[in-house]
Nanobody
Framework: QVQLVESGGGVVEAGGSLRLSCVAS????????MGWFRQAPGQEREFVAA????????RYRDSVKGRFTISRDRPGNAVFLQMNSLKPEDTARYYC????????????????????WGQGTQVTVSL
């Protein structure tokens, strides 16, 4: 089964940037739709961004539009989340998720649509 490993989290001051990576263990990842979610303490896990397996379709939650960019390196089995102009409210543990069942290239917004998750990487934004 495909395994996902996230990295790139850390502590950054407000206004700073981080680049999260999610690397899959198998090349089959290239044909899977995927997304990034985040979960702050005491909060529900929420959608952040998603990208179709072709890379042609991308969506973001409103609060990160213009600041975050999702991309994928298909030959390298990796997906990235470039986060700029970070705010304290972006503080959370960030997870990448994959819908492993074959599907058309499309976007999924709900946690329940994804069936494989990484372990997460912590992002902390200080004032």
């Amino acid at each position: 089964q495909v395994q996902l490993v996230e990295s790139g989290g850390g502590v950054v001051e407000a206004g700073g940037s981080l680049r999260l990576s999610c690397v899959a263990s198998e090349s089959r990842f290239n044909s899977m739709n995927m997304g990034w979610f985040r979960q702050a303490p005491g909060q529900e896990r929420e959608f952040v961004a998603a990208i179709s397996w072709t890379g042609d379709t991308i969506r973001y939650r409103d609060s990160v539009k213009g600041r975050f960019t999702i991309s994928r390196d298909r030959p390298g089995n990796a997906v990235f989340l470039q986060m700029n102009s970070l705010k304290p409210e972006d503080t959370a543990r960030y997870y990448c998720a994959v819908k492993t069942r074959s599907d058309l290239p499309r976007i999924f917004f709900s946690r329940g649509d994804y069936d494989l998750w990484g372990q997460g990487t912590q992002v902390t934004v200080s004032l």
